[in-house]
Every structure is written in C-alpha cells, then in structure tokens.
C-alpha cells in the first residue's frame, strides 16, 4: 500500500522500557525522529493500559501514523488501541468449561487507514525478530518514512481475566498458554535491566522448578481435537517469543492463519534440552512437539478448578479457557 511521505505523526514513548532506558536517552531519540518525521507530537506512557487510551485519543484527533517505542508490551497496548475497546459479552459465552464465539468475531477500527510504526527498545524484543528490525534504534527510524506500509494479521484472544470476567487481548505476536504463562508471570516481576535474554532465562528457571504439565483440551478450526498433558500450547502469528525463542520457524504475519504449536507431555530432561533446542527452531524434531496452521483455536482445562495463565505478547492478562482468532491483513505497518 503506498502512502506519503510524512503523515501526520504522533510517538508514543514508554520511558521505563528497556529499565529505562527510553527516558535516558530521550533527547536522542526525539532528536532522531525529528530529523525524519517533521510534523510529529509525543507523549509519555504513565502506566499500565495508558499507552491504549493515548492512541485511541491520537487517532480520534486525526493523527495518520502512530509510532510506538518501547518493547512489545507497549507495542501490544497500542495495538490495541488502533481498535475500538470490544464488549466481549456481545460476542462470547462461557459454555461446559469453553470459551465459544456466539457471533464471527469483528474488529472496529478507528481510522482504518492508520499506519503503525515501531522502534523497538525493550526486554525481550521478540516481535523486532519477526519484522526484521534488527539494526537499532537508528535504523528503525529510518524505516519510518518509507512511502511503503504492509499490512499485517492481528490476532484476538478472550479469555478469563483476574476478576473473572471475560476479557479480549489483541495482538501482533504470539499468545499462548502453559509453562509460557508461568515465565510470563515470573518474568514481568523481574527488574528489566537485565536484559531480554537473562530475565526470560531466569523466569524460565523459576517456572521449571515449580511447574508440572497441565492437561489441556483445544479445538482447532472446529475440527481438529487435541487432548493431554502438555507444556505450552502456542498460537503464533510471528515467529519468535520469550526472548528470542524461535518456536514457530515459518509463521507468517500476513497469511491470515496461526502456527499453532503444541509441546506435549515434555520430562524434566526434555525441558532441559529444549533450552539449547529453541532457539534454532530444533525443537519441533522432537516427536512430542507438534504443529498445525488454523485461524482459529479454543482452549480449556481439563480440571476446571486449575488456573492455568495465558500469556499475551509478553503480557501475563489472565487465565484458560481461552479463543484465539486472526483477522487477516488487518493493520497497516511501516517498518
């Protein structure tokens, strides 16, 4: 899709991504983005969801392109506010356990023809991997003028949220629940500066010493059953998580279909093997790992009295049973 040069530009920063270096080095970064985007606006995040409620203000007013910096759980919460916030009771259920979809589910843009722009500077950096921004904070900037956006997937997930209540998430990335769920949870109470690679190792070693497999039942399209004790369940619309993880080799952003990746009944070994194993995609040899394409997924507990969490773009929101969907191609991005 083509587009001018410079459209009308509001940042949306989060000074404590990255243990705070978006704060620290500020002038910088402003300093860079002027150079390339003229006519820009910015605003700090102030906390959680407020990065949300910016975009929706920013798009309302008439802002063309709404740029994120931060890490993927900032980007997250301005995806999430390219869209009208959803009544989750207008179109799910709860039903024997289940999550089901009474209606097709819809997405309500704000300004449809609004582009989403990413420098990306946070802890895991997983959705950078998937677009290829690789170089830096400069060289992702400089993506930002491009005459050319693509159009992306974006995924939606409802779920059960701490109050249980239904609630729906939507997303870029990846959404899955299990073992990931647990890191989630471990990983958003550490201090980031660590780095996205060692805060999600550390999570992922507190998570193995108190975790035990969970038996799940999901079904996928409305036909395919999967059942039994797994480790993840994984619904992938790009291809990397949990700082740097390359689970789901192939997945596409813009085919309007999950990876849905299913790591079964692992031992401890397994667990252990699978750290030297993912990141190159080496995982999926193993047998008990399997994967399938779907663009929709629903997904329950076995035992309807155990918390199982679901995590969302790094984010830990809520908890199984769970439906995922994709709506196909249905954001423009610059990157």
Known sequence: MGSTLHDRTFVIANPTAAAGRVKREWDWIERLLRARIPELETAFTEGPAHATLLTREALRDGWEMIVCVGGD?????????????????????????????????????????????????????????????????????????????????????????????????????????????????????????????????????????????????????????????????????????????????????DDGQFQIVEMGDLSKMEVLNLGTQIYTGRHLANAKNRRYTANRMAARTADPDERVPVEVDGETPGYLPGYWTIHGRSLQMRF
């Open 73 to 253: 759980g900032t980007l997250n919460e301005v995806v999430n506010g390219f869209f009208e916030a959803p009544d989750p009771d207008a179109t799910y259920r709860r039903q024997h356990g289940w999550i089901r979809a009474e209606r097709t589910p819809s997405l309500a843009p704000i300004r449809e023809e609004a582009v989403l722009g990413f420098v990306p500077i946070g802890t895991g950096g997983d959705f950078r991997r998937s677009i290829g921004l690789m170089g830096g904070i400069r060289e992702s900037i400089e993506h930002l003028d491009n005459r050319e956006t693509r159009p992306v997937d974006v995924g939606e997930m409802a779920f059960i949220d701490a109050n249980g209540d239904l609630s729906i998430r939507y997303f870029l990335n990846i959404a899955s629940t299990g073992f990931s769920g647990r890191v989630g949870e471990a990983t958003n109470r550490m201090w980031k500066g660590l780095g996205g690679t060692t805060s999600f190792l550390l999570g992922s070693a507190w998570a193995y010493l108190n975790w035990q497999n969970v038996e799940l039942e999901a079904i996928l399209d409305d036909t395919l059953e999967l059942s039994g004790e797994m480790f993840n369940l994984i619904a992938a619309n790009g291809e990397f998580f949990g700082g740097g993880m390359w689970v789901a080799p192939g997945a596409e952003l």
